[in-house]
């Protein structure tokens, strides 16, 4: 595999993981979106497979919307979310926590513009938005992030 096709792999993989937070999900989404890539002979662009992904993302998530699915990790184990493995990086499961509480296009936007360093304009041609919706799901995800982030750490000090 090129260097190329790999970095356009390991972007995918992360933009996916931005509208779904969970590595399993993001995963499968990716592998289908790429599938259907290669079978569509679709150019091997970031954009291309961002907008495949996308598609993906949204048409997973109306159909969980039909039919509630609970993760089997879920049902079996009342404790897992007191195991001490998931206190090893307190500063990560807080962050997860403050991006939990955000909104997948809230995510989707932020993801783009802070990690892929899109600007909102570019953003806004990716997701068929408008420009001000884009600005609009910028400013309300970074002041989510803060107002939660802010508040852990009042909590932290109490």
């Known amino acids: 595999m090129t260097q190329e096709i790999t970095e356009l792999l390991n972007s995918g993989y992360r933009y996916a ?6 590595s399993a999900k993001a995963e499968d989404i990716l592998q ?9 002979d679709g150019p091997k662009t970031k954009a291309y497979l961002f907008s495949a992904i996308r598609s993906r993302f949204i048409n997973q998530y109306r159909r969980d919307q039909l039919v509630p699915i609970i993760p089997i990790d879920e049902m079996d184990n009342d404790h897992a979310a007191y195991d001490e493995k ?31 360093g899109y600007t909102a ?3 806004s041609k ?16 970074k002041k989510k ?14």
Do not use: C, M
């Open 32 to 40: 289908d979106a790429w599938v259907a890539v290669l079978h569509a």
């Open 17 to 22: 993981n931005s509208l779904t937070h969970h």
């Open 121 to 123: 304009e570019e953003i």
């Open 126 to 141: 990716l997701t068929d938005q408008p420009r001000g919706s884009v600005l609009s799901l910028l400013h309300r995800a």
């Open 86 to 116: 998931y206190f090893d990086h307190l500063e990560y499961a807080q962050l997860e926590k403050a991006l939990e509480s955000l909104r997948s296009l809230e995510r989707e936007a932020l993801f783009l513009a802070v990690v892929e």
């Open 145 to 158: 992030l803060r107002t939660h982030l802010t508040n852990l750490d009042k909590e932290a000090l109490a």
